[in-house]
């Protein structure tokens, strides 16, 4: 039920970000959902990938830090309320979200969010008996 995550550490620096998915490209790794935040002096570019392992092997070889985390994957509505109807069931729980990101699944008209919840085990458990649609690994790497 948990994704790997892979967490890029850039320096805020012009073309550091483009090299980082250069590589990517090189490697021929897709990306299935990426997300960035900044600070004035770096940057953690976050990616979902088929084979986080693998490709943070070959993001270390070209000096990147990489770290290896996890999410949960929800499939959800897209359409108005789909993620407040996701966030209530943690928020009904009691479980931080220390942060998401999402993007369209056009095959099945939906949505899948990327979820960080501070536990994450207590997050998959609560959103299995809040009756969302916890979506496995693999389903993910092979979308």
Known sequence: MKVK???????NRKGRMRKALDVLEKGGVNIRALSIADTSDFGILRLIVPEPDKTKKLLEDN???VKVGEVIAVRMQDQPG????ILGILDDNDINLEYLYA??????????VLLHPDNIDAGIKALQDGGAEVILAKDIYGL
Do not use: D, R
């Open 5 to 11: 995550q892979l967490s890029i550490f850039l320096e």
């Open 82 to 85: 789909g993620l407040g109807e």
């Open 63 to 65: 000096n990147f830090i």
């Open 103 to 112: 993007f369209v699944e056009e095959k099945e008209n939906g949505a899948i």
